[in-house]
């Protein structure tokens, strides 16, 4: 998995928000399986119900449906909690483009609901998910935290305040924060049916179906694709970092960059199945080029990841092939 050897104090209560999401059920199912009690809050608007059905008869584990925006809730949720995992959020860069009020309420306020309400419950620490989107429009390769561009969406923007916050939490009221840059994270129980589904899911339904997919622009914009098990582990040792981590943002990635074009290719031949993609327009927003550099979470957070692109991506396929022709 290779957050195997990690382990916490018997009955460490965790708190994941979006927790019927994609990285969220996952989370919730490795801390179920290492024996911590796990508090689950989600408000259904992005997370499916099905993610979180096969943990509730688990006596570790409880569910709380609710919505990050109402403080109260927030409140309750951290309510004897050690540990937050805030994974809540409105995801999707096309989204946001067009509707950059709902992303203003929901990550923004959301998150510092979430973090207010951690410091009053005294939660020890905060790990929170920001995003390789704050790069914004910086062309340097690899990205490094501190050498950040101007966002390019409303949803960049959200994260970029989120992680001022987590600062802000950090330095002036003593809430332990770290936040966790995902780059294009991909695994078991992305939603492949959304209106703006992520990659690698929407594809592999689409071939599994015999339909074309759509590729927007010319396919050579590359990306740092990261499976579900590192970012598990991310969260996992973000814990347990020592002090001095906390109060920053790192990299979570693997540290190598496939284009779409590339990623397609691999897909077509793990599934045995050719056809040909169809090039559209590309999107407002979107970043061209994504690498990441992991020496700063390798270094304070002690941050190995064992699963490459290749390897994670046939765990993936696998996955999908099981589940979607059931």
Do not use: H, W
């Given at each position: 998995m290779g957050y195997d050897t990690i382990s916490f104090p018997?009955?460490?209560?965790?708190?994941?928000?979006?927790?019927?999401?994609?990285?969220g059920s996952n989370l919730v199912e490795a801390l179920l399986r290492m024996g911590c009690k796990v508090r689950g809050l989600d408000n259904f608007a992005t997370g499916k119900k099905e993610n979180v059905a096969e943990f509730i008869n688990n006596p570790n584990y409880t569910f709380v449906e609710g919505d990050i925006r109402d403080f109260k809730t927030c409140l309750q949720a951290c309510d004897g909690i050690d540990y937050v995992l805030h994974q809540a959020a409105l995801g999707s860069v096309p989204r946001s483009m067009k509707e950059p009020l709902i992303?203003?309420?929901?990550?923004?306020?959301?998150?510092?609901?979430?973090?207010?309400?951690?410091?009053?419950?005294?939660?020890?620490?905060?790990?929170?998910?920001?995003?390789?989107?704050?790069?914004?429009?910086?062309?340097?390769?690899?990205?490094?935290?501190?050498?950040?561009?101007?966002?390019?969406?409303?949803?960049?923007?959200?994260?970029?305040?989120?992680?001022?916050?987590?600062?802000?939490?950090?330095?002036?009221?003593?809430?332990?924060?770290?936040?966790?840059?995902?780059?294009?994270?991909?695994?078991?129980?992305?939603?492949?049916?959304s209106q703006y589904a992520a990659v690698i899911p929407k594809f592999i339904k689409a071939l599994l179906a015999g339909k074309q997919v759509e590729i927007y622009g010319d396919g050579e914009q590359s990306r740092d694709f990261t499976y579900i098990d590192n970012v598990i582990e991310a969260n996992l040792k973000a814990c347990l970092a020592p002090k001095e981590a906390c109060g920053m943002s790192y990299n979570i990635a693997y540290g190598e960059s496939f284009t779409i074009n590339q990623m397609y290719r691999v897909m077509c031949e793990h599934l045995q199945i050719h056809i040909e993609p169809k090039y559209v327009e590309s999107r407002l927003g979107d970043i061209r080029h994504s690498l990441a550099s992991i020496s700063k979470a390798r270094h304070f957070l002690s941050y190995s990841p064992i699963w490459n692109f290749r390897d994670g991506f046939l765990e993936t396929i696998n996955w999908y092939k099981a589940n979607l022709q059931r």
């Open positions: 018997e009955r460490t209560n965790f708190l994941v928000t979006g927790a019927a999401g994609f990285i992303y203003e309420d929901n990550n923004i306020k959301g998150t510092a609901n979430m973090m207010e309400a951690a410091r009053q419950a005294g939660v020890k620490r905060f790990i929170y998910a920001s995003s390789s989107s704050v790069y914004g429009n910086s062309s340097k390769l690899p990205k490094i935290e501190g050498e950040e561009g101007a966002p390019l969406s409303p949803y960049a923007l959200t994260k970029m305040v989120n992680e001022q916050y987590g600062k802000l939490y950090t330095e002036v009221y003593g809430l332990e924060c770290i936040g966790l840059r995902y780059f294009n994270v991909f695994g078991r129980r992305q939603n492949p049916d």
